[in-house]
């Protein structure tokens, strides 16, 4: 019996609803329910704090050591094919592979994204995409084969898009989410290009180009549906993300509940995890990062209460499963919060971690946004405070 399986019945026989049991273990009811059914691994205190709350004796936290140790296996065997692509430089090896050999190596890749810098991904991201690209135009495939090519070209520019925005590239990150759309049109899978329609969103709104972002986010909720996956959620929170930065406070509260309802909509999995998965934690991130760009008030203070749950939840997530990046961005729409409601110490407590990070992990988002935080810093409110002067002149070294 899996670990879901067996703590589901586990569960169920001491009468617990699945709420009950994730509030004894701290979890959202949605992560227990996705545990339970195979759909994320566990972590280690949630099989522990399982283990004890249900008096299992150890065979909680036996099941959940045998999966992990399989579980392990199974990515460092994946980790090794990705790596190997992307460090041969030579096509003919690279077509000896077995088209599943590729999709494995997209699919790592995409879950990889998450906690690694952007220059190695672009890097493994291009030669993967290279072979795609070789086998589409050498007609080296099954015939059944050419739109699963399609979808793992178009997932590899969708990563290379975000890997040139990261970098701080939008021209760039745009081309990538363009060809993207592109080979998402030709496999005829709506899911991707719901996907890439909220990526070239991103890339407009990293631009300030807020109307544009609107008609992407549009362009792609015409194809909502019976469609796998969060994509709705998420280019309704791209949604709100403009709304925001527009200072329609109503319009985008409004867009977030719609947001939530997306979600309980979704009944199936997205396809593709990692970079291609919304989680709820990154729905949070979404709440937070565009509340913080209204007037403060409520908006301000339901801006930090989200970045503080999306903060404890990627803490609570194994390393593989962790968004650096965006945990790192988290802080600093806390801190941006917390500016706003005029509390200084509390953002500079929440800004810590980003300013600690070496220079070669401050991503072009970082810098954009912890920079916002040093402007709101200089209004006159704050010429009085040292404790908003230091904050400020660290938030200057930033990239230096």
């Known amino acids: 019996m899996s670990f879901g399986s067996e703590l589901r019945q586990r569960r169920q026989d001491a009468g617990l609803s699945l709420s009950a049991l994730a509030s004894q273990v701290h979890v959202t009811r949605a992560h227990l329910h996705n545990v339970e059914t195979g759909r994320r691994a566990p972590s280690g205190d949630l099989a522990e704090a399982s283990d004890i709350t249900l008096q299992a004796g150890g065979r909680l936290v036996a099941a959940f050591q045998s999966e992990d140790t399989e579980r392990q296996r199974q990515a460092a065997t994946r980790r090794t094919l990705a790596a190997s692509l992307a460090t ?50 050498d007609y080296r495939h099954g015939p059944h084969e050419r739109a699963d090519l399609y979808v793992a ?21 745009l081309e990538h989410a363009r060809a993207a759309g592109r080979c998402a049109q030709y496999a005829g899978d709506t899911e991707l290009l719901m996907w890439v329609r909220g990526t070239q969103s991103l890339i ?95 908006d301000a203070r339901t801006a930090a209460a989200e970045a503080m749950a999306a903060i404890a939840s990627w803490q609570q997530m194994p390393p593989e499963q962790r968004s650096l990046d965006d945990e790192r961005l988290c802080h600093i729409y806390l801190a941006t919060a917390e500016v706003q409601l005029g509390e200084v110490e509390a953002a500079a407590e929440a800004m810590a971690p980003v300013l600690a990070l070496p220079t070669e992990a401050q991503i072009s988002w970082i810098n954009k946004r912890a920079h916002r935080v040093g402007s709101i810093l200089a209004a006159p409110r704050y010429h009085q405070s040292s404790a908003a002067s230091d904050l400020r002149e660290a938030i200057a070294a930033l990239g230096a």
Do not use: H
């Open 88 to 137: 041969s430089r030579d096509l003919m090896e690279l077509a000896d592979l077995e088209l599943d050999q590729l999709q494995a190596g997209v699919e790592e890749t995409a879950v990889d994204y998450l906690a690694a810098p952007p220059a190695p991904m672009l890097m493994r991201a291009d030669a993967l995409r290279r072979d795609a690209l070789q086998r589409l135009r």
């Open 153 to 173: 070209a178009g997932r590899l520019s969708g990563i290379l898009a975000y890997a040139a925005l990261d970098l701080g590239n939008a021209d760039a990150a």
């Open 204 to 298: 407009a709104r990293f631009s300030g180009d807020y109307g544009i972002a609107l008609e992407y986010v549009r362009d792609g909720l015409q194809y909502a549906g019976n469609v796998p996956g969060t994509g709705e959620a998420r280019l309704l929170c791209g949604e709100v993300q403009c709304l925001a930065n527009l200072g329609d406070s109503r319009a985008a509260n409004q867009t977030l509940r719609l947001a939530e309802q997306a979600r309980e909509r979704a009944n199936r999995p997205d396809s593709l995890a990692g970079l291609f998965e919304f989680s709820e934690t990154k729905q949070r991130y979404y709440a937070a990062s565009s509340l913080i760009w209204l007037n403060g008030g409520d």
